[in-house]
Nanobody, 114 residues
Framework: QVQLVESGGGLVQAGGSLRLSCAVS????????MGWYRQAPGKQRELVAT???????NYANSLKGRFTISRDNAKNAVYLQMNSLKPEDTAVYYC????????WGQGTQVTVSS
């Protein structure tokens, strides 16, 4: 079992920044990909960014340049730095980890006011 706990969400004005953190615990060996997805009201969950254990990244095209994913394998944590936030970035942000199965955190709300 793998447990993921996100933190760092909140309310921010447009143009501001937030840093999300995800702490991973449990049977963490063999976790390769970790990352972030988001789900806005009335929309499907979508990719934000992922990173492999070796450091390869994959970003949603629309977010490149504003969002940066990082990972600390020693601390079993993954982070998402979000800059120049826009109201359309408002969503619940979910941490994700992939072993043989995918695991999700409970989500953290990010609200960007105009």
């Amino acid at each position: 079992q793998v447990q993921l706990v996100e933190s760092g969400g909140g309310l921010v004005q447009a143009g501001g920044s937030l840093r999300l953190s995800c702490a991973v615990s449990g049977t963490i060996s063999s976790i390769n990909t970790m990352g972030w997805y988001r789900q806005a009201p009335g929309k499907q969950r979508e990719l934000v960014a992922t990173m492999s254990r070796g450091g390869s990244t994959n970003y949603a095209n629309s977010l490149k340049g504003r969002f940066t994913i990082s990972r600390d394998n020693a601390k079993n944590a993954v982070y998402l730095q979000m800059n120049s936030l826009k109201p359309e970035d408002t969503a619940v942000y979910y941490c994700y980890a992939l072993k043989s199965l995918g695991y999700w955190g409970q989500g953290t709300q990010v609200t960007v006011s105009s």
